[in-house]
């Protein structure tokens, strides 16, 4: 896969409103403190459930630091198949297996150690099962990511938005109704009388930028074989931030 970055001048980028970090920043305090209350009142299996927690909020976490640090200007473009896809940064696709994969051995541990006695809480093994389950789902989604990562993927008669286990949902270039928006750390894309989302966390180029890029194809259907050949590195160069 050919990964090509280009970069132009540009202001820095805003920062995202404050609800969007509310779960970033609550829900590690609340796996943090669920450590200090297990140490402090010998709760082994809180130990075990919050280090669950915490292995798998670090994929969030980590996960919009590196495709958020220093993208401001840059367009990371990848040609690929006769497409050009809009991802997540390399690292960033290795995440959710390397903390999933943290997060279920803290979990099967806690598990195990219930089914030979160690714990006793009532319903706790219920509890814990349900946890591996949701683990369980996130490593699925991160094997999923690093095949067919989420965000965007443009091809000649396309434009494909690519969510969680790598559903693909495609739009053709005539059904863009409208200039893409980033709206409260989201680009907004118009088709038809709706919309189509991708998350500005989940990719690592300038959002601003992906939004020129789109605008460049949009109802100019005589560009649309850029997107396989690799000509839109060129068309990207001569983007200017709107």
């Known amino acids: 896969m050919n990964r090509t970055e280009i970069e132009v001048a540009a202001p820095p980028e805003p920062k995202l409103p404050g609800s969007s970090w509310i779960g970033v920043v609550l829900f590690p305090v609340f796996a943090v403190t669920g450590l200090v209350l297990g140490f402090a009142y010998d709760m082994p299996w809180l130990i075990t459930t919050s280090l669950a927690i915490s292995f798998a909020l670090l994929a969030v976490v980590a996960g919009t630091f590196l495709n958020r640090s220093g993208r401001a200007g840059k367009l ?45 809480d009532e319903n706790g093994l219920t509890f814990s099962v349900m946890i591996a389950l949701v683990v369980g789902w996130g490593w699925l989604d991160g094997w999923y990511a690093l095949k067919n990562p989420p965000g965007l993927k443009l091809t000649p008669s396309q434009l494909i938005t690519i969510g969680n286990m790598g559903k693909e949902t495609a739009f053709p270039w005539g059904q863009l109704s409208g200039p893409a928006k980033l709206q409260r750390g989201r680009l907004v894309i118009p088709v038809g009388k709706g919309e189509t989302q991708v998350g500005a966390n989940q990719i690592d180029s300038d959002p601003r930028l992906v939004a020129s890029l789109l605008d460049a194809y949009r109802g100019k259907p005589a560009r649309h074989a850029e997107l396989a050949d690799g000509r839109v590195v060129q068309r990207a160069r001569s983007l200017t931030l709107r």
């Open 76 to 120: 990371h473009l990848e040609i690929d198949g006769g497409a050009t896809r809009i991802g997540p940064a390399p690292a960033a696709r290795w995440l959710p297996i390397v903390a999933s994969s943290l997060a279920m051995l803290a979990i099967v541990t806690d598990i195990v150690l219930r089914l030979l006695g160690y714990f006793a």
